[in-house]
C-alpha cells in the first residue's frame, strides 16, 4: 500500500484546512484508515480514524471541529481530514496511515506527512 498525503500548511487560529491521503496498490482489504500527528518529542497521536464500514473515531481534542471521510475509487482509496476552528495546539505533522488484516496480523502503512501550522 501507498499513501500520498497533502493538504497541509499555514492557517491562523481559527481556520480551516482539508487533508488529503490517496492510498494506492493493495486497497482491496485495507480495514482502517487514519490520520496521527507528531510534535517534535513527543508519542505519535490518533487524531481520527474510519474503517471499512464507515465507523469514525476521534480524539477527545479534535471532536467537533474535525472530520474524517473516505471515498473509495477502482485503484485508489481517498482519505479526507477536514480541520475546522484551528488552535495552535493542532499544529502538527500529520501522517495518514492504512492498516490490512491478513491472517489475523494487522500489517500498517504510513504516508510520508504533511505539516499543518496555526499561528496565534
Known amino acids: 500500500v501507498q499513501l500520498q498525503a497533502s493538504g497541509g500548511g499555514l492557517v491562523q487560529a481559527g481556520g480551516s484546512l482539508r487533508l488529503s491521503c490517496a492510498a494506492s496498490?493493495?486497497?482491496?482489504?485495507?480495514?482502517?484508515l487514519a490520520w496521527y500527528r507528531q510534535t517534535p518529542g513527543e508519542q505519535r497521536e490518533l487524531v481520527a480514524a474510519?474503517?471499512?464500514?464507515?465507523?469514525?473515531?476521534?480524539a477527545d481534542s479534535v471532536k467537533g471541529r474535525f472530520t474524517i471521510s473516505r471515498a473509495d475509487a477502482k485503484n485508489t482509496v481517498y482519505l479526507r481530514l477536514q480541520m475546522n476552528n484551528l488552535k495552535p495546539e493542532d499544529t502538527a505533522v500529520y501522517l495518514c496511515n492504512a492498516a490490512r488484516i491478513v491472517d489475523r496480523t494487522v500489517h500498517g502503512y504510513w504516508g510520508q506527512g504533511t505539516l499543518v501550522t496555526v499561528s496565534s
Open positions: 474510519i474503517t471499512d464500514r464507515g465507523i469514525t473515531n476521534y
Open positions: 496498490g493493495t486497497i482491496f482489504d485495507i480495514n482502517t
